[in-house]
């Protein structure tokens, strides 16, 4: 008997297994996950918050659909990002680095939605907000050496690319990059690139980025006719190559180590900011480094292959570039750490996101009255009750009844408070910036929103940007989300995964160069709120129309200006040098003013600083860092944050939107126009309720050339 239901038990075994065989054989194969492979992030790293290129290779017959990355957001709470793709090969995907993940999830789709392939990669490791990030193409010309030194607090990460494979091929892809570093005796790593590697790298200079460009005796090739940085920069460098006397050179860093005379392009002596002059060996006066303002970016230029010798052994090498990048390498004074734990950030971004965060309409009940109504419920329904039952009354079986009224009551009071704390509908405060820069035909936009909800559930957000400050072909931007908790930002250093939010999309449509995103499903509880953001790029369609001049022997601007948009600019400034001209209250679109010295001008940084005359004395407004509720006040330091004073004024470093400060234009021969504007540039659009405007703020600031006379 015994021996008979086993043999039936293997029979029904056998039966189940040449069906399962049959099932997987009939089944639709997904491809190996061997076929995929992908890297995240330039040379493995990234920001935590910051957008990053996930470089995908499938195997070969892989049918189109979409590349996913499976990621986190600030808050913990899953988020994919989808690229659809129409060809075989080399694959890519941007994403927002995730504050804690160890692992993503890089899929392939095809056009049903099923999984083709997919693989687990490492993510990029995250580096802190308060050390510098400097990427090296091809040699670090001694960065590496000077970061590394002891007694360096927060030295720079460098990062030192052999080649061009790992450089993104979309300028929000360098977005945490605080320098990069191109020898141009290793030009043909860049003139090699890719088009589309090409524009990105040009796009991210114009949009902020600071480039160190070392022009020597073998740097021809980088300067010819149809390389990067001719077409792409626009910086027109001769190819001639003159014998530098390192005289100069030695006096500016003191040295005691002699240096050998040396070969160099001969930089032009017009045009840029010349920060070192020297001598060709036959007596000639030259630039040795000069630096030039391209769009809203930086680009110094080193007369000097430092890669090579003579530089490449000189032991003062790293003394010269730290005198050239003092904020790169040298010690950095980020902030001021006894602000840390009363207002809970270090960076003039928390500040703005506490502000940012506060809605006139939705109030929070402060702790003190919650512990009290706490206290009070605890005596009601112990001390109190007993008191009154069985003291005062004497009868103890009205407990029955007191108890559950008094609970009751309490519960209801709670229900009422968050009914009238709760809006019925979405609440929107955001801010965002728009820069121009006609003469280099490039401008770029910033907005930061938060939004809160009125009741739980699911949304799909879609930025829309205003016509007069974008393409016709691009009227929306890059969405994602914005805020990671921390010491810049605030809030607790780490938190895990959120497992009870479901997960949500961002969903990128890509033409050509354009890119732009959407948040499609995302969750959010009942009166919480949300940090986005929106990036995006333009070329400007109109002309500005303006004669500025500086008057001789001063940084007084005259001549006339005109106000170039189609909208009005409110309480508007135009900033030159350390000057600060009063517009009309309400500047109109088209209005021009004759002569800008009938202005009433101030000085540009006591005005940021609120410095004041006080008899014989002056008396300076010290920043709060503890200070809520002034966005405008926020948004004017984060404009002009080094001139105010940066970290010395505000005890708050500016590392995460340092690209919102322009204090470098005023070094050079530009003015800045700059004013808010009544209607939002940018808005948030949302599929299933209609948002309520909070606190709005939309900021428009234009470069304008002045003639110098020099």
Same mark, same amino acid.
């Given at each position: ?443 770029? &936009?910033?907005?930061?929103?938060? /939004?809160? +909800?009125?009741?739980?559930? =699911?949304?799909?957000?879609? *930025? %829309? !940007?205003? $016509? #007069? ?16 908790? &921390?010491?810049?930002?605030?809030? /607790?250093? +780490?938190?895990?995964?959120? =497992?009870?939010?479901?997960? *949500? %999309? !961002?969903? $990128? #449509? ?201």
């Amino acid at each position: 008997m015994i021996a008979r239901t086993t043999r039936k038990s293997n029979v029904w075994l056998a039966w189940a297994s040449s069906a399962a065989l049959a099932f997987l054989i009939a089944a639709p194969q997904a491809t190996d996950a061997a076929d995929l492979s992908a890297k995240a992030g330039i040379d493995g790293r990234g920001r935590a918050g910051m957008w990053a290129e996930c470089r995908i290779e499938a195997g070969q017959g892989a049918a189109p659909g979409n590349v996913i990355v499976a990621s986190a957001d600030g808050d913990g709470v899953g988020v994919d990002y989808t690229q659809a793709f129409t060809s075989d090969g080399e694959l890519r995907c941007y994403f927002q680095v995730g504050r804690d993940d160890q692992q993503l999830k890089v899929s392939i789709t095809d056009e049903s939605g099923e999984t083709a392939a997919s693989a687990n990669i490492d993510a990029p490791a995250a580096i802190p907000f308060e050390k510098e990030w400097i990427l090296a193409i091809g040699d670090a010309i001694g960065i590496e050496g000077a970061s590394e030194q002891q007694g360096r607090r927060n030295f720079p990460i460098v990062s030192v690319l052999p080649d061009g494979q790992e450089l993104p091929h979309h300028w929000i892809a360098y977005d945490g990059v605080d320098l990069i570093v191109f020898p141009g005796s290793q030009g043909a790593i860049v003139n090699a690139l890719a088009d589309s590697q090409k524009q990105a790298l040009a796009d991210w200079v114009r949009r902020g980025g600071r480039m160190v460009l070392t022009l020597g005796g073998q740097s021809q090739a980088a300067v010819a006719a149809g390389s990067w940085i001719r077409d792409s920069l626009g910086l027109q460098i001769d190819e001639e190559v003159v014998e530098i006397d390192p005289r100069a050179i030695e006096s500016f860093t003191t040295t005691q180590t002699p240096l050998k005379a040396y070969e160099a392009l001969r930089l032009p002596s017009s045009g840029g900011r010349t920060l070192l002059t020297g001598r060709t060996l036959d007596r000639q006066t030259v630039p040795i480094a000069k630096e030039y303002l391209v769009g809203f970016g930086r680009v110094l230029i080193l007369a000097a292959d430092l890669d090579q010798e003579p530089f490449a052994s000189w032991s003062d090498r790293q003394n010269l570039l730290e005198r050239f990048l003092p904020n790169a390498l040298g010690t950095r004074n980020n902030t001021s750490q006894r602000h840390t734990s009363a207002a809970g950030y270090t960076d003039l971004v928390g500040q703005i996101r506490r502000t940012i965060d506060q809605f006139d309409s939705h109030w929070v009940l402060p702790f003190k009255w919650l512990a009290g109504f706490f206290v009070l419920y605890l005596g009601l329904i112990g001390p109190l009750d007993y008191w009154i039952v069985n003291r005062w009354l004497g009868r103890p079986l009205l407990g029955w009844i007191t108890f559950p009224l008094a609970v009751l009551g309490f519960a209801g009071l709670a229900f009422y408070g968050t009914t009238i704390a709760t809006p019925t509908q979405p609440v929107v405060n955001q801010f965002s910036v728009v820069d121009i820069d006609p003469s280099e035909k490039v401008g770029r &936009g910033f907005a930061w929103t938060q /939004l809160l +909800s009125g009741s739980a559930g =699911r949304n799909d957000l879609r *930025y %829309t !940007i205003d $016509a #007069e400050f974008s393409d016709p072909d691009s009227p929306q931007p890059i969405t994602g989300w914005w805020g990671v908790n &921390g010491q810049e930002f605030g809030g /607790l250093t +780490s938190i895990g995964r959120d =497992r009870q939010m479901p997960d *949500y %999309t !961002i969903a $990128a #449509e890509a033409s050509g160069e354009n890119l732009s995103t959407a948040a499609i499903g995302l969750p959010m509880p009942t009166a919480a709120t949300k940090g986005l953001a929106a990036w995006w790029q333009f070329e400007p369609r109109k002309a500005v129309e303006s004669s500025l001049k500086q008057r001789p022997g001063t940084d007084l601007l005259s001549g006339s200006i005109s106000n170039p948009l189609s909208v009005d600019l409110m309480d508007g400034l135009l900033v030159y040098r350390g000057w600060a001209y009063l517009l009309p209250t309400r500047f109109t679109a088209g209005k021009r003013i004759p002569e800008v010295s009938s202005l009433t001008s101030k000085n540009l940084k006591w005005r940021l600083t609120r410095r004041s005359v006080d008899k014989a004395s002056t008396a300076t407004e010290p920043w709060n860092p503890e200070m809520q509720g002034d966005l405008d006040r926020l948004l004017e330091i984060a404009m002009f944050y080094d001139t105010a004073g940066g970290p010395k004024y505000t005890e708050l470093s500016n590392r995460i939107v340092n690209h919102l400060d322009l204090s470098h234009v005023l070094a050079t021969d530009n003015a800045i126009l700059l004013g808010r504007v009544d209607t939002p540039v940018v808005q948030l659009d949302e599929d299933q309720h209609a948002a309520e405007a909070g606190t709005v703020r939309s900021f428009a600031r234009i470069l304008l050339p002045v003639e110098t006379g020099r």
